[in-house]
């Protein structure tokens, strides 16, 4: 059984969705949850940091641009989201 993760094609009918998509970075040469990627991508670019790989990368804008859309359009949470904030919700009280 491997351990390799899925790669997730990246042309415009394809590209990483939701947080537990896995796809090829180009930065970094390896399979990469989408997650990790708008993490660092954020983090990169919020706090300036010039010398992480993900400071303005095209490939992190790309990713982050079309999870937005999907949470636009949809017009719904992603249900990873979704449980997030109820989980947060039932903790506060």
Do not use: H
Not at 21 to 30: H, I, K, W
Not at 40 to 55: E, P
Not at 60 to 79: H, I, K, P, Q
Request: charged share 30%; with cysteine.
């Amino acid at each position: 059984m491997s351990n390799a993760l899925p790669v997730v094609a990246l042309d415009d009918n394809s590209r990483p969705r939701r947080l537990n998509d896995v796809f090829r970075c180009g930065q970094r040469s390896r399979n990469l949850l989408l997650a990790t990627c708008l993490d660092d991508y954020m983090n990169a670019n919020a706090l300036r940091v010039r010398s992480m790989v993900c400071f303005e990368c095209t490939q992190g804008v790309t990713n982050r641009e079309a999870f937005a859309a999907d949470a636009d359009t949809e017009g719904l949470l992603d249900s990873e989201i979704w449980a997030r904030l109820m989980q947060d919700i039932k903790d506060e009280n």
